[in-house]
């Protein structure tokens, strides 16, 4: 397995409990383990909700939540937090 790849599995086992990914998610999750590597613990909340926008309007491009961050309302904000400690926890 890649190292992209490996580090999506641990980001999605984090944010589980454990499984692995489907072969529809993984895209996001890899997308997740770039801002891994890219920012790590730096990571946000926003930078994953833009991670999963980009992913979101491959196949649900009118989706509800596929708005900037901001738009958001706080409690959709919030269900970022739990991808954003996997990402973190996976980036030590």
Known sequence: MDYITERAHAIFTLAHGGGVPSNE???????????????????????VHDAWTSWIIGTYPYHRSAKPFDQLSEDIQKMDDLYVSAIHRAST
């Open 25 to 47: 998610d993984i895209a996001l999750y890899r997308t997740y383990a770039v801002l891994s590597f890219a920012k790590g613990k730096e990571t946000t909340a926003r930078d």
